[in-house]
């Protein structure tokens, strides 16, 4: 083959190639032209099939516009939900105790009311004279107003003298342990959180001698509330006992008491008539002729 064939060839196929694209744009546009243009053949149809994307786009928007209104208003609901709490009784009246703390709307699951937590309360700091945790003939036990943990406070225990100052102990614990002396004794301590005292209870120590005492005349004193108490309670058993067998034999009770009542309704009913016939024979018989001439009297009138 010659050269100059090879580049006929070569210059014949660029030119098919480009009427191939030429033709190819062409079609394009008039297709883009066909959709575009109002006035031709296929109008109502590509309006039709544009107002039915255009439905579906706007009731897609409407539907997705609801959706964001409705969580929307559903976080809202939930920021905008007031929580009220209340607070329980605190465990003590003085000193350091506990309260819970009640939700009573909020709850979780629907409950009208739920224990969110427990908390730290306080009463007045008076908290006036104590009683010790034990004691003996010998000693005794006194415990310091504190609540769980007792290194969080700090403790000051005083010996209270009568017109003088009060004595500083060195004992900083919550217990103290006290020996009985040959007079009473009374003991303070005061407890400080924070440098800031919330608490304080006083303690009567009491001498052996008076101890010993209360300890002779306690038991005659309890065995008689024992012995009254006891009395008590068997004469309410006994009566709960009878009203009992009464209810369960009313019948054969009522048939024994039946008779009874008649025999006392009969003998009333004769000490009735004997009392009328006694009183009629007391009349005096002077009268019953007065009567008769009166009558006769009236006869003759």
């Known amino acids: 083959m010659r050269p100059g064939g090879a580049g006929c060839s070569a210059g014949l196929l660029l030119a098919v190639g480009w009427l191939l694209l030429a033709g190819l744009q062409g079609v394009c546009r008039a297709n883009f032209t066909a959709v575009q243009d109002p006035g031709l053949g296929r109008e109502g149809e590509g309006e039709g099939e544009g107002e039915g994307d255009e439905e579906g786009d706007s009731d897609g928007d409407e539907e997705s516009e609801d959706d964001a209104e409705a969580e929307a208003d559903a976080d809202v609901s939930n920021k905008t939900i007031v929580k009220e709490v209340e607070f329980g009784m605190c465990t003590v009246t003085c000193g350091i105790g506990m309260r819970e703390v009640i939700l009573t709307n909020g709850c ?12 730290e309360c306080r009463g007045a700091v008076d908290c006036g004279w104590g009683k010790p945790i034990s004691e003996s003939l010998e000693s005794v036990s006194l415990g310091c107003v504190h609540i ?5 406070f700090k403790y000051v225990w005083k010996l209270l003298r009568p017109n003088q100052q009060a004595i500083v102990l060195p004992n900083d614990s919550a217990i103290l342990e006290v020996h009985r002396e040959t007079r009473p004794l009374a003991f303070q301590c005061d407890t400080l959180d924070n440098n800031e005292i919330v608490a304080s209870i006083k303690f009567t120590i009491y001498t052996t001698t008076e101890m010993q005492m209360k300890r002779s005349l306690r038991p005659d004193t309890d065995a008689v509330l024992v012995f009254v108490l006891t009395i008590g309670v068997i004469m309410c058993i006994f009566v709960i006992f009878v009203l009992i067998f009464i209810i369960i034999n009313w019948a054969a009770v009522k048939s024994f008491w039946g008779p009874k009542a008649s025999t006392t309704e009969v003998q009333s009913e004769l000490s009735s008539v004997r009392y009328k016939d006694s009183t009629s024979l007391d009349q005096s018989p002077a009268e ?6 009166d009558v006769l009297s009236e006869w003759n009138e």
């Open 288 to 293: 019953i002729p007065a009567h008769e001439e």
């Open 148 to 152: 769980s943990p007792a290194n969080r």
């Open 108 to 119: 979780p699951g629907g409950e009208s009311k739920c224990i969110v937590r427990v908390e």
